[in-house]
C-alpha cells in the first residue's frame, strides 16, 4: 500500500522547520523611543532640581553658614555664637516676636475665619457664584503694593474714608496707623482683605466636594444651618482647614510687605515691627550680615518646629 501523496494546496502550507534564533528578538525601535522619552523627562526634572537647589537650598545653606560668620571689609571669619547674642540682647528682639505672635493671632482669627464663612455662603446660593468668586478673588489679583496704598488712602486721618464714615454716624475719628492699639489691627484688616481670595476659593472646592446626601441626613433630623455646619461641614473638611491653618501659620509669621509699606516697619512706638522686619533692619540698615541670618535661622527653626508638629498630630490623628 502507496504513502498517500499530498496534494498542491496541502503542500503549499508546509514549511521547512526554521533553526532557533540566536537571542530574544530584537526591539531596538522601541528601545530607543523609551530612551529618549525618559531622557527627555530626566532633563526636565534636572532643570526643575537645579533651579530649586540655587534658588531655595543654596540661600538656606548659605544663611546656616552666616549665622556663626563675620564679614568685614570683605573679610569672613567664624565668630561662634556671637551673632545669637547679638541678636537676644537687642531690645527689639523680644518686642518684634510678641507683634508678630499678635499679628499671626490676629490674622488667623480673621484670615481664617472670614475666607471659610464666605466660602460657605457662596456655596449656599443658588445664583451668581461665578460673578461672586471673581469678586472675592480679585485682591489677589491686584499688587501687593497697590492694595496697600489703598488701605493707606482709607486709614488717613485727614481725608480718609474710613473716618469719613465714622462721622457720618457720629464716632470719633481714629487715628488707624499713627494709635499704636490700633496700627496692628489695621495692618491686620489690610492683609486679610489682600489674602483671603485664595483660601476662600480652596475652602469652597472643598466644600462642594462634599456629598449632599449627608446634608439631606441632617436636615432629616431636624439640624439647622449651624448644626450642619458644625456636624458635616467641618468634620468633611478638617484635612483642608488643618492644612490652611499650618500655611496660614507659617505665612503669618514671615509678615513683611504691609507693616512695611503701612507704618514704615516699625509703626508707632515700634508696635508694628515684626521679626522679618527686624532681619531686613539687621541686614539693610545695620549692615550686620551674621545677625541677619542667626535671626533668619531661628525663624526657621520654629516653623520647621510647627510643620514637624503638624505631621505628628496628622499621623496620631490617621491612627
Known amino acids: 500500500m502507496s504513502a498517500p501523496s499530498l496534494t498542491p494546496s496541502k503542500a503549499a502550507r508546509v514549511r521547512p522547520a526554521q533553526p532557533p534564533a540566536d537571542g530574544p528578538p530584537r526591539r531596538g525601535g522601541s528601545f530607543g523611543r523609551s530612551l529618549k522619552r525618559n531622557l527627555t523627562a530626566h532633563g526636565f526634572l534636572i ?23 563675620k564679614t568685614d571689609r570683605g573679610e569672613v571669619s567664624w565668630v561662634g555664637m556671637d551673632n545669637l547674642s547679638t541678636v537676644f540682647n537687642d531690645p527689639a528682639f523680644w518686642q518684634a516676636w510678641r507683634n508678630t505672635a499678635l499679628f499671626t493671632v490676629l ?31 480679585l485682591p489677589v489679583m491686584l499688587p501687593p503694593v ?27 475719628e481714629q487715628q488707624w496707623l499713627q ?29 462642594q466636594g462634599i456629598p449632599g446626601e449627608l446634608y439631606e441626613a441632617a436636615e432629616l433630623d431636624g439640624a439647622g444651618l449651624l448644626r450642619k455646619i458644625w456636624h458635616v461641614t467641618i468634620p468633611q473638611t478638617r484635612l483642608i482647614l488643618s492644612l490652611m491653618l ?74
Open 47 to 69: 532643570g526643575a532640581v537645579l533651579c530649586f537647589a540655587f534658588f531655595s537650598w543654596y540661600p538656606m545653606v548659605r544663611e546656616f553658614l552666616l549665622a556663626f560668620q
Open 107 to 137: 490674622a488667623l482669627v480673621l484670615g481664617f475665619a472670614v475666607p471659610f464663612v464666605v466660602a460657605i455662603v457662596i456655596n449656599e446660593l443658588r445664583h451668581g457664584k461665578g460673578y461672586l468668586r471673581l469678586l472675592v478673588y
Open 146 to 172: 497697590a492694595s496697600v496704598l489703598l488701605f493707606k488712602y482709607l486709614y488717613d486721618p485727614g481725608y480718609g474714608l474710613l473716618n469719613e464714615v465714622l462721622g457720618f454716624f457720629g464716632l470719633p
Open 179 to 207: 494709635d499704636p492699639g490700633l496700627s496692628m489691627l489695621s495692618v491686620v484688616i489690610a492683609s486679610t482683605w489682600m489674602n483671603m481670595g485664595g483660601a476662600a476659593l480652596i475652602y469652597l472646592a472643598a466644600l
Open 246 to 319: 499650618l500655611m496660614q501659620v507659617i505665612a503669618t509669621m514671615q509678615v513683611f510687605v504691609e507693616p512695611f509699606l503701612l507704618t514704615g516697619g516699625a509703626g508707632p512706638e515700634g508696635s508694628t515691627t515684626t521679626v522679618v522686619y527686624l532681619i531686613y533692619q539687621y541686614a539693610f540698615n545695620f549692615n550686620n550680615y551674621g545677625a541677619a541670618a542667626a535671626l533668619g535661622l531661628l525663624l526657621l527653626v520654629l516653623l520647621a518646629g510647627v510643620s514637624a508638629a503638624y505631621v505628628k498630630l496628622s499621623r496620631v490623628e490617621d491612627e
